[in-house]
């Protein structure tokens, strides 16, 4: 996974770059009517009810764009909210609390529509050993808050993009000649270029399961789209050699039942790429 040092890189662009996005040579709506020395205060309101997620990102922001604002914290990432409930106070130049308040609610809501989705397949594995994963498959340019999102809701974050981790897919597989070839040269290609790369290999059968563990130095193995009865074998045949993971048309309805095959990872893009943002607001106070 990426350091924490990458990772406080990947935010500070996002805000960078939201703000050039939105800002450019300024919010003239606010410079036209309001002075610079006014000073003002405004609530983070929620208008929905989920996980709260973005409060630390939204301070972050608000710091961004004046080191002077305060922000006074009510209710913190990862806890309940219910419409009506304030998560913060915001106080400092009434220009800056406009200039930051777009980029606060697309950041917060769609942060904690991820945490709530996260937390729900959470609650519907409790009591095994599985645990959730996000994917790749999030918004582009903002994939570091989508998945700071997920570990807010309870889940686990998978690699955070194509360098952080080896994992040879389908179509990997059919273009390096076969599974022995992949594995093959992906450990050579480790070797050669001196990283320490975990490897995760996809299986479409039970026969690609016993590929894959014939040639072995395998971090997990991606069961993907086994029905249960398949995945149950599967897991019996790997056992201990290597961790496992299911994925593909894995809903609410059916990850239960998956975690209750027993596989370690169940990973769901559903958690970035399929929630309706969580309705909340900046009222001035």
């Excluded at 997620?53 to 913190?76: C, L, R, S």
């Excluded at 609390?97 to 409790?126: C, G, H, P």
């Excluded at 971090?219 to 299911?246: H, P, W």
Aim: proline share 1%.
């Amino acid at each position: 996974m990426i350091s924490e040092a990458q990772f406080q890189k990947e935010l500070e662009l996002i805000i960078s770059n939201a703000i050039r996005e939105d800002v450019g040579d300024g919010d003239h709506s606010s410079l036209a009517c309001i002075p610079a020395s006014a000073q003002g205060k405004a609530k983070l309101l929620v208008k929905d009810e989920g996980i709260i997620a973005g409060v630390e990102f939204a301070k972050m922001i608000f710091h961004y764009v004046d080191k002077d604002m305060k922000v006074e914290t009510f209710i913190n990432d990862g806890e309940k909210v219910k419409q009506g409930d304030v998560v913060f106070h915001v106080s400092g130049s009434s220009q800056s609390i406009l200039k930051a308040e777009r980029l606060v609610l697309n950041s917060m809501q769609r942060m904690s529509a991820i945490a709530t989705k996260t937390k729900m397949f959470v609650n519907l594995l409790e009591g095994t050993k599985t645990k959730i994963l996000d994917t790749r498959k999030t918004t582009p340019g903002i994939r570091a808050i989508e998945k700071w999102a997920v570990k807010i809701g309870g889940g686990e974050n998978h690699r955070f993009a194509l360098y952080d981790m080896i994992m040879l897919k389908d179509n990997h597989i059919d273009f390096a000649g076969g599974i022995p070839q992949a594995i093959a040269k992906t450990k050579q290609y480790l070797i050669d270029n001196n990283k320490d790369l975990k490897i995760i290999v996809e299986a479409r059968d039970l026969d690609e399961v016993q590929k894959i563990l014939a040639a072995g130095g395998v971090y997990r193995i991606l069961l993907d789209n086994f029905d249960y009865e398949t995945t149950k074998k599967a897991v019996a045949v790997i056992g201990n050699q290597c961790m496992t993971e299911s994925s593909g048309n894995i809903n609410e309805k059916t990850i239960r039942h998956y975690a209750e095959c027993g596989v370690n990872y169940i990973s769901s893009g559903a958690l970035t790429h399929s929630v309706y943002n969580m309705d909340l607001s900046l009222k001035a106070i």
